[in-house]
């Protein structure tokens, strides 16, 4: 059966791989399943057809079979589960990369995406320049809690997995603002995430959709 995931037609990113089609994207090529992307419109997002796959009109969706999901960490959880080397072997490895998937989502993503927010959906308002700093504290107390459990391990729980891609996922988003340098391993944690092979073609295939090279 063909895996197949929706994206942006065109990316408001031009292509940096900040788009969440990226992270599915990474997931499917770090098992080697094969995949066909349906990319769609901002208004086809909106309509009855892609509403039935996506309750919330957003990308990405994951098709395979009788199964349509929606939620990344959803779908990267059902690839992990599914195919060998995202999740360990063990049930309280598997359990605890869970929660690290789960973490990434939501204990760490939801102050990046205040940031992203922030800087720019917010900075005409006459307040942003006093919230911004509360903003970007918020974010580094997040990011210092994670370095220290990360310390100089290369990966969250041993060998690399859907934690580790989720987690690097949700903290490319924040390279832009600089704060990320601003914790060495956590910056050289998300370069041993983009390095990985699969992540390059992952990161490749978004690329070549949205500039067409
Ligand atoms: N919680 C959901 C998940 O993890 O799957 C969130 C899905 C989501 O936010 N999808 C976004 C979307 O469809 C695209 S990824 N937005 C359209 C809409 O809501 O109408 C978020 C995103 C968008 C653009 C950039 N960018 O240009 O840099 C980066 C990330």
Do not use: C
Not at 150 to 177: H, K, T, Y
Request: net charge neutral; aromatic share 8%; proline share 5%.
């Amino acid at each position: 059966m063909t895996v197949i995931i929706t994206a942006f037609e065109r990316s408001p990113d031009g292509g940096r791989g900040l788009a969440r089609d990226t992270r599915v994207r990474w997931a499917l090529e770090e098992v080697g399943q094969a995949y066909d992307v349906r990319y769609v419109s901002f208004q086809a997002m909106k309509e009855p057809t892609h509403l039935a796959l996506h309750p919330f009109g957003q990308i990405p969706t994951y098709e395979d079979g009788d199964v349509a999901l929606f939620e990344t960490g959803a779908i990267v959880l059902h690839i992990a589960e599914r195919h060998a080397g995202l999740l360990p072997e063990d049930a309280n490895g598997r359990a605890r990369t869970i929660a690290w998937m789960f973490a990434a989502v939501n204990t760490v993503e939801p102050p990046i995406l205040e940031l992203v927010t922030a800087v720019i959906f917010e900075r005409d308002k006459p307040w942003s320049e006093q919230r911004l700093p509360l903003v970007k504290d918020r974010v580094r107390e997040r990011l210092k809690q994670l370095s220290a459990r990360l310390g100089d391990a290369q990966w969250i729980e041993g060998a690399f997995s859907a934690g580790d891609l989720m987690m690097v996922s949700v903290l490319l988003r924040l390279r832009a603002s600089g704060l990320l340098d601003e914790y060495p391993n956590l910056a050289a944690y998300v370069a041993r995430g983009e390095a990985r092979p699969a992540y390059r073609r992952a990161f490749a295939a978004q690329l070549a959709a949205n500039t067409g090279s």
